[in-house]
């Protein structure tokens, strides 16, 4: 158990380190934004396997209904990391994540659907903010520094897109990046 606990406190400082890593880069505008086509196939995949022990005893599914998106490789990957990491901290073991992509418009919307506790309609704006974390009395979540969801609003607002959320509590949230085609 203390080994676990130990790999579970290390993972997290990880995550956290590389998220003020990446608002930092953000924060001086050293994110290149360079679009091109990516299959969102092998992303997402690569992902999953990336945050497989973060997301063990959850059951992820995958529902692409755009099969691309135009975005920056990297930066999309990573707005793709962020939330279903998020998802995975805010969603008890054996519940379900749904990742899922649609045409919109002319872009590609890619959402990350939990079946978590749900956010309060008062914190609904204020999960986009950096350092802005729910009372871990509200959430019984204590790790994380309150980055990944500011980072991934920063990511598709560089892309030209949009980051939304909705949410009922007690039966989940979706976030869900728009991002727009081609120019």
Not at 88 to 109: L, M, N, Y
Not at 142 to 154: T, Y
Request: glycine content about 12%; hydrophobic content about 40%.
């Amino acid at each position: 158990d203390l080994v676990d606990d130990l790999a579970l406190n290390v993972a997290s400082l990880d995550a956290s380190v590389l998220h003020f890593i990446d608002a930092a880069r953000l924060a001086r505008d050293e994110v290149d934004i360079t679009p091109e086509w990516i299959d969102l196939t092998p992303l997402v995949a690569r992902v999953r396997s990336k945050l497989e022990s973060a997301l063990g005893g959850r059951t992820v599914q995958v529902s692409l209904g755009a099969d691309r998106a135009w975005g920056d490789p990297e930066a999309v990957g990573r707005i793709v990391e962020l939330l279903l990491a998020n998802a995975a901290r805010f969603s008890a073991v054996g519940t379900g994540i749904t990742i899922s992509s649609r045409d919109a418009g002319g872009g590609t919307t890619i959402s990350v659907t939990d079946q978590g506790q749900g956010i309060p309609q008062k914190h609904l704006a204020k999960v986009w903010e950096p350092f802005w974390r729910a009372d871990v009395s509200e959430t019984g979540v204590s790790r994380g520094a309150g980055l990944g969801l500011s980072i991934v609003k920063e990511l598709a607002e560089r892309h030209g897109g949009t980051a939304r959320v909705s949410s009922t509590q007690g039966r989940g949230s979706t976030f869900s990046v728009e991002l727009p085609g081609p120019r």
